[in-house]
Nanobody, 117 residues
Framework: QVQLVESGGGLAQPGGSLRLSCTASGTSDSIHRMGWYRQGPGRQREMVALISSDGITNEADSVKGRFIFSRDNGKNTVWMQMKSLKPEDTAVYYC???????????WGQGTQVTVSS
């Protein structure tokens, strides 16, 4: 059974930093894209960034230059280093992973990020 374990998140002041990680386990199938979505208060879930298995990153314009993404295929882990945080980054952040020939999508449990002074 596939499990996605997220860690990190919490409270940060505007301009501060936080780091999230997500590790996938319970599968021997190929892992394709890994990344993050977020859902802010009263907003729809939106993509933050997705990283392909060969390291190509597709990220939202709203986080370009502020968030840094990395991935370790051997550890089935993806990280998101968030810098220059803004109040509008406040959201529940969900890890997302595509696994197997059919690229089935799996979601993490979500972790809260709050940016406030």
């Amino acid at each position: 059974q596939v499990q996605l374990v997220e860690s990190g998140g919490g409270l940060a002041q505007p301009g501060g930093s936080l780091r999230l990680s997500c590790t996938a386990s319970g599968t021997s199938d190929s892992i394709h894209r890994m990344g993050w979505y977020r859902q802010g208060p009263g907003r729809q879930r939106e993509m933050v960034a997705l990283i392909s298995s060969d390291g190509i990153t597709n990220e939202a314009d709203s986080v370009k230059g502020r968030f840094i993404f990395s991935r370790d295929n051997g550890k089935n882990t993806v990280w998101m280093q968030m810098k220059s945080l803004k109040p509008e980054d406040t959201a529940v952040y969900y890890c997302y992973v595509e696994i197997g020939r059919m690229r089935n999508g799996y979601w993490g449990q979500g972790t809260q990020v709050t940016v406030s002074s």
